[in-house]
DNA sequence: CGATTTTGACCAGCGC
DNA sequence: GCGCTGGTCAAAATCG
């Protein structure tokens, strides 16, 4: 199941997956929203609209996203996450974060927004390099953190900052996914 | 030649 | 206050 499964395309006709996500849980140290097991539905190397793309993973199982002024999607004055039982709030897009591993031997992921590299830092928690991403449309100040995982090298751990006050300037979702084993190796994010 | 990446330096936050 | 660590800056190098 591990030989490359990236590319073996399966369009997803419903950016909605939500019921094939298994769950979403919050890091409880650092507040960081975490989707476990996306890491079993593969991202297209055509790109994932950063909008849809939430939308698809706020879908997941026990978890729905809601913004609470509707009157301005793009730049929603506050956010609502729905885990479970817990409802988390986020009062501006900056403070919204969220994480997710996904099986990859591409470093960097097409996720259909274009990003700019600042950074490259080898922190002590892993023994492989952290990049550090912005979007470079002007006056969209979303980051990103790309890096692999330090248990399995073969996972990527994306985690955003933030929400786009913009469209995608690609072609967006389409979600492909081959379902692989589970395995979790973040056991400890509850 | 402009855009992007690389990479060492710098800065801020935190714990001791 | 000091040292450690993670995040960001910015000049130089590289790319298209």
């Not at 301005?72 to 900056?94: E, L, Q, R």
């Not at 403070?95 to 996904?102: I, K, P, Q, V």
């Not at 097409?110 to 912005?134: L, M, T």
């Not at 449309?137 to 900052?161: A, F, L, M």
């Given at each position: 199941?591990?030989?490359?499964?990236?590319?073996?395309?399966?369009?997803?006709?419903?950016?909605?997956?939500?019921?094939?996500?298994?769950?979403?849980?919050?890091?409880?140290?650092?507040?960081?929203?975490?989707?476990?097991?996306?890491?079993?539905?593969?991202?297209?190397?055509?790109?994932?609209?950063?909008?849809?793309?939430?939308?698809?993973?706020?879908?997941?199982?026990?978890?729905?996203?809601?913004?609470?002024?509707?009157?301005?999607?793009?730049?929603?004055?506050?956010?609502?996450?729905?885990?479970?039982?817990?409802?988390?709030?986020?009062k501006t897009h900056k403070d919204f974060r969220f994480a997710f591993r996904t099986k990859s031997d591409l470093e960097f992921m097409d996720d259909g927004?274009?990003?700019?590299?600042?950074?490259?830092?080898?922190?002590?928690?892993?023994?492989?390099?952290?990049?550090?991403?912005?979007?470079?449309?002007?006056?969209?100040?979303?980051?990103?953190?790309?890096?692999?995982?330090?248990?399995?090298?073969?996972?990527?751990?994306?985690?955003?900052?933030?929400?786009?006050?913009?469209?995608?300037?690609?072609?967006?979702?389409?979600?492909?996914?081959?379902?692989?084993?589970?395995?979790?190796?973040?056991a400890s994010f509850m």
């Amino acid at each position: 199941m591990d030989t490359s499964p990236q590319f073996e395309k399966f369009p997803n006709p419903n950016p909605n997956l939500g019921h094939q996500f298994p769950y979403a849980t919050h890091h409880q140290h650092n507040d960081l929203l975490y989707f476990h097991d996306i890491s079993n539905y593969l991202m297209s190397d055509e790109g994932l609209e950063g909008k849809a793309l939430l939308q698809a993973q706020g879908a997941l199982r026990n978890t729905t996203m809601s913004f609470s002024d509707e009157s301005s999607i793009s730049t929603p004055s506050a956010y609502n996450i729905k885990c479970g039982s817990k409802v988390k709030k986020y009062k501006t897009h900056k403070d919204f974060r969220f994480a997710f591993r996904t099986k990859s031997d591409l470093e960097f992921m097409d996720d259909g927004f274009k990003w700019r590299k600042y950074g490259k830092k080898v922190v002590k928690s892993s023994p492989n390099p952290r990049n550090y991403f912005k979007c470079s449309s002007g006056g969209c100040n979303v980051k990103k953190r790309v890096e692999r995982d330090r248990e399995d090298s073969s996972y990527v751990i994306t985690t955003y900052e933030g929400i786009h006050n913009h469209e995608t300037p690609t072609t967006p979702c389409v979600v492909y996914c081959t379902p692989k084993p589970h395995s979790l190796s973040h056991a400890s994010f509850m």
